[in-house]
């Protein structure tokens, strides 16, 4: 009696194939993973050079709303002095406070 050969042909090919199928699944995630990788390594260089752009743009922020800078600009371009004493000083006498504040007290109960 011979034995026929055609299981173990039918065997061999379907572990040929799986084996193919997962090889291939195999390439396809690491191929994949790298590119992810590669990708997440971009953003993350984006998101650095942009950190570093805001860190610049609030430099200069401060350097520019510096209250050196803006008496600099008006005393030199815009002719502006900083006034040393108040412009109009207003006397009141505590007697007067007291009686607007009765007044009022009076007039809201």
Same mark, same amino acid.
């Given at each position: 009696?011979?034995?026929?050969?055609?299981? #173990?042909?039918?065997?061999? #090919?379907?572990?040929?194939?799986?084996?193919?199928?997962?090889?291939? +699944?195999?390439?396809?995630?690491?191929?994949?993973?790298?590119? #992810?990788?590669?990708?997440?390594?971009?953003?993350?260089?984006?998101?650095?050079?942009?950190?570093?752009?805001?860190?610049?743009?609030?430099?200069?922020?401060?350097?520019?709303?510096?209250?050196?800078?803006?008496?600099?600009?008006?005393?030199?371009?815009? +002719?502006?002095?900083?006034?040393?004493?108040?412009?109009?000083? #207003?006397?009141?006498?505590?007697?007067?406070?007291?009686?607007?504040?009765?007044?009022?007290?009076?007039?809201?109960?």
């Amino acid at each position: 009696m011979k034995k026929s050969l055609k299981p #173990l042909i039918a065997f061999s #090919l379907s572990t040929f194939f799986l084996l193919s199928v997962f090889l291939l +699944g195999y390439i396809s995630v690491k191929i994949k993973c790298d590119q #992810l990788a590669k990708e997440k390594v971009l953003k993350e260089e984006i998101i650095n050079t942009e950190k570093n752009k805001q860190v610049d743009l609030t430099a200069k922020l401060q350097l520019y709303s510096s209250e050196e800078r803006i008496t600099e600009i008006a005393s030199s371009e815009l +002719g502006m002095i900083k006034r040393t004493d108040p412009r109009i000083a #207003l006397e009141v006498s505590r007697e007067k406070i007291n009686m607007i504040h009765k007044k009022l007290t009076e007039r809201y109960d």
